[in-house]
């Protein structure tokens, strides 16, 4: 049989270790409905067609040809055919696999499955028709499995046998994968809701700067000259003969008095300073106001990684971090903060 036909039937599961190892060994003093092996044989629910093809891979007689598996006497001549889908059952159970020799022979749980049988006696062993039909009723209950994984848990395996042990170190692999995966995923979604935070901070700064120029809408208008460059109330009120801001006398050059401006570029006009951030590297940016150049520089190994520095160099503070790459609203406000001589406060806040 080629090895195509045998890794379709015995399924892609790791081949066990053919070495019989040392497991809980039962006397034949200990025979009786009470034994250790009794008790073993039960749970596992074989019958004597599964007890007689594992004796016939004990003893090297069960081979497989193009035409499925047979029995082979001492002298290598083939005799009756063996079922199939026994074979295949007791393989991906972990208690037959396919020797480098071609012969199909006992794994070290096939072994000790084939020991305790012999051990508890012929009366501890269900009828063939049950056992299938426990067999048929488990693959009905796995019908999203693939036909080797149904078969894989049709039957119960050898409790504390090389299989069961290579499948509980399969399942804690899985284990730390999913908890590997479980991590990655908190760092994303926490790095998310970070951004969430900045921005949220962001909008309420503009959303304040709206309130205020909205509470005080003359605020602006104050010292503008002519009327007709004033906002509606103000016009309004000039309409009324109410005049409650000082108006510059005619003539004057001056159009408007600068105000805060709040946006989304790289400039800022607040409190009449202006700030230009520009980034020069990847890891290197410049805020410049009035002839003073604050360097903004990148610490790998941080949870903060930028760092604003004077242009004395002393390292002021740490603004907040967007996509990798710094908040430059936070770098106008610690660089204003500090180029106007104020303490500045704990960043990112």
Known sequence: MSSKTTAALFGAAPSPRLALVAGPQVTAGSQ??????ARIMA??????AFVDTVRLAVAGGLIADASGFRAVDADGRTGRRVKGERVRLLARCGYLARHASGLVVATEDGHEALRLAEAAGPGVLRDEADVMASVRKTRRARQWDSHAGQDAHALPVLPGGGEERRRLAVARKGAERA????????????ALRRRARIRDRREARQKAAREAERTAPRRCCRGVWPLDWRCGECRELAARGIEDFPALPPGDSRTRQDHDNDTEGDTDMAAKRCITVKRITGFLWHATTRGQVYTIVKEDGREWPWIVVSPDGERIAHPSVIN??????????IVRTHADGKPVPCFPR
């Not at 990655?184 to 926490?190: L, M």
């Open 32 to 37: 009786g409905p009470d034994s250790d092996a």
């Open 179 to 190: 908890a590997v995966e479980a991590e990655k995923t908190r760092k994303r979604i926490e």
């Open 324 to 333: 990798d790459e710094p908040f430059t609203d936070d770098i106008r406000d």
């Open 43 to 48: 749970a596992l629910g074989w019958c004597a």
